[in-house]
T-cell receptor, first 111, second 112 residues
């Protein structure tokens, strides 16, 4: 079935550093890809999405490009802030309205 | 537009009891999906309802059930609660033909 793999472990970095979180996927067909963010005690917020190969999703300084050849959708931000500290989830759906999520990455930004 | 709302936000139950969680989707959204989030298993799909019909179901025991009303509001029921049912239950809604799901704040269920 469809699945998403995110890099293991939390990510700790200093304010203004460059952030990358890796995400690879396995799916049949042409899934839509998403990044969601979860702040403590809250639900999931949609951060960005891409629906076809080579699409770039972007929002609030975050970007991710749908790479079909490498089945990847890595999240990047050029200069993180303390307020970006949260858990980030990569997800996909194959058109059946059923999201498959990665395990998530805790991002901690130190002032 | 108001976002997805879920009630209650917190629940404490004991083993063997049953519980009902409620979700109101974004106005105009007819699809409602439910997910369970636990530290060990992560985010797992429970089921999806569209126009009062269950359209998709995840791999959960029959103790987990749901329904959707004509106004698209949905409820989820868990019977004979087990300790392992302690989790954050998230509801998400989407509009017809659009695969983007918008999530509510969740209901935190603790089973003692």
């Amino acid at each position: 079935g469809d699945s998403v793999t995110q890099m293991e472990g939390p990510v700790t970095l200093s304010e203004e550093a460059f952030l990358t979180i890796n995400c690879t996927y396995t799916a049949t067909g042409y899934p839509s890809l998403f990044w969601y963010v979860q702040y403590p005690g809250e639900g999931l917020q949609l951060l960005l999405k891409a629906t076809k190969a080579d699409d770039k999703g972007s929002n609030k300084g975050f970007e991710a490009t749908y790479r079909k050849e490498t089945t990847s959708f890595h999240l990047e931000k050029g200069s993180v802030q303390v307020s970006d500290s949260a858990v980030y989830f990569c997800a996909l759906t194959g058109g059946n309205n059923r999201l498959a999520f990665g395990k998530g990455n805790q991002v901690v930004v130190i002032p | 537009k108001a976002g997805v709302t879920q009630t209650p936000r917190y629940l404490i139950k004991t083993r063997g009891q049953q519980v009902t969680l409620s979700c109101s989707p974004i106005s105009g959204h007819r699809s409602v999906s439910w997910y369970q989030q636990t530290p060990g298993q992560g985010l797992q799909f429970l089921f999806e309802y569209f126009s009062e019909t269950q359209r998709n179901k995840g791999n959960f025991p029959g103790r987990f059930s749901g329904r959707q009303f004509s106004n698209s509001r949905s409820e989820m029921n868990v019977s004979t609660l087990e300790l392992g049912d302690s989790a954050l239950y998230l509801c998400a809604s989407s509009s017809e033909g659009v695969d983007t799901q918008y999530f509510g704040p969740g209901t935190r269920l603790t089973v003692l």
